[in-house]
């Protein structure tokens, strides 16, 4: 952004550099404190949401000031509800700055259900979450045959959180209730308990595209593509490995990141239970 520009946006906002001090932030120290999740941050989410408030187009010294408080997921909720609602950067800063009295505030103005959207896209790549996010807005809510059909869902088994997204930014766009299948009433983005083996697969396919973002590629491909989501039961998902060296591996090394990953996705607490082969 070039220097006018930048000013221009400290103006609209209210943003102020903070004077030199002798005593360490949030800023200071690379780590800062979730405002409306009310948890610390970590140096590496701390960087992460500042790489995210680039992408959004939010230049420091902007993105500096208000990326301490932000979880990344939660960066990832105000921009799919900013590019839900039309948003400029000047005007989600506001929403997060209190330019009254110098210092970031919580996304109050946030409907809760978006925090579930945002954990599903920050656990993705970045550009491939972008990309998404992108595509749903695109065509939401007239054109869902578009994102059905594009290649991006398909190759990525993206479709469970494609549907949530596109929920999230048609509800802002006055259609709430239209589902990604064309169809008025809540959609169907998660496997019920007890449905069948293709909602069980098509879940597990969800999870595993999320897990790519968080794991190196080979370790996805050997040990989690192979597995299955034997049965998704009210506080208990079922996974099933082909033998008993995979099921310990799964259990020492992934159970905790595939629960965290279909909590996300269901949107409730689960307990994971890997199994050798069939229930």
Request: proline share 6%; with cysteine; net charge negative.
């Amino acid at each position: 952004m070039a220097k006018n520009q930048e000013t221009c946006l400290m103006h609209d906002t209210g943003l102020v550099m903070p004077e030199p001090s002798n005593h360490s932030t949030a800023s200071d120290s690379h780590s800062g404190w979730s405002l409306r999740w009310n948890q610390p941050l970590t140096a590496d989410e701390v960087q992460r949401s500042q790489t995210l408030l680039r992408r959004m187009g939010i230049d420091n010294p902007v993105r500096g000031l208000i990326a301490p408080s932000l979880a990344p997921a939660e960066v990832w909720s105000l921009h799919t509800y900013s590019i839900a609602k039309g948003w400029q950067p000047a005007l989600l800063v506001s929403q997060v700055y209190d330019k009254t009295h110098k210092q970031p505030q919580p996304a109050t103005f946030l409907p809760a259900e978006y925090d579930n959207v945002g954990r599903q896209l920050a656990m993705l790549v970045p550009e491939t979450a972008e990309t998404l996010l992108q595509l749903v807005s695109a065509h939401c809510p007239h054109a869902p045959h578009a994102v059905r059909s594009d290649p991006l869902l398909a190759s990525n088994g993206l479709q469970v959180v494609a549907e949530n997204v596109w929920s999230m930014i048609a509800a802002v766009r006055g259609q709430r209730g239209m589902a990604l299948n064309g169809n008025r009433g809540v959609p169907k983005t998660l496997a019920a308990p007890n449905e069948d083996v293709q909602a069980c697969q098509r879940l597990w396919e969800a999870a595993i595209a999320l897990l790519k973002g968080q794991l190196s590629a080979a370790d996805v491909d050997i040990w989690l593509v192979p597995a299955r989501l034997l049965a998704l039961e009210t506080n208990r998902a079922v996974i099933g490995a082909d033998n008993v060296f995979v099921r310990e591996q799964i259990e020492q090394r992934y159970q905790e990141l595939i629960r965290g990953t279909l909590q996300s996705l269901v949107g409730q607490p689960l307990e994971v239970q890997v199994v050798v082969g069939g229930l």
